[in-house]
């Protein structure tokens, strides 16, 4: 089971840019795990915006970040990095990655042990 811990949120302005970055301390070893980013704004459900193959890559996005954000590992480093750009105030929310799998009708963490998170605030 992986330990996560992410960084790199703040407060930005909207337009603005930010790279969060995730570290893994234990990595699972077989081809078959994504890892995502996960965001959760106040009142509202986690949800999935952004995942990627430890193994293959292969990055896919939810629609609102499409083309916004930009997901990537460093499998020798075990890092995990999320690449936001064009922010808008919609996307203020605290971030946390998560190994994840396919259960057959949707994507779902590997664990429910969830780092702290990163905050990400943008101002209009």
């Known amino acids: 089971q992986a330990q996560l811990v992410e960084s790199g949120g703040g407060l930005v302005q909207a337009g603005g840019s930010l790279r969060l970055s995730c570290a893994a301390s234990?990595?699972?070893?077989?081809?078959?795990?994504?890892v995502g980013w996960f965001r959760q704004a106040p009142g509202a459900e986690r949800v999935l915006v952004a995942r990627i193959s430890w193994s293959v890559g292969d990055p896919h996005y939810a629609d609102s970040v499409e083309g916004r954000y930009t997901i990537s590992r460093d499998n020798t480093k075990k890092m995990v990095y999320l690449e936001m750009e064009s922010l808008k105030p919609e996307d203020t929310a605290t971030y946390y990655c998560?190994?994840?799998?396919?259960?057959?009708?949707?994507?779902?963490?590997?664990?429910?042990?969830w780092g702290q998170g990163t905050r990400v605030t943008v101002s209009t």
């Open positions: 234990l990595r699972t070893s077989t081809t078959t795990f994504y």
């Open positions: 998560n190994e994840v799998y396919w259960t057959g009708s949707t994507w779902s963490p590997i664990s429910d042990n």
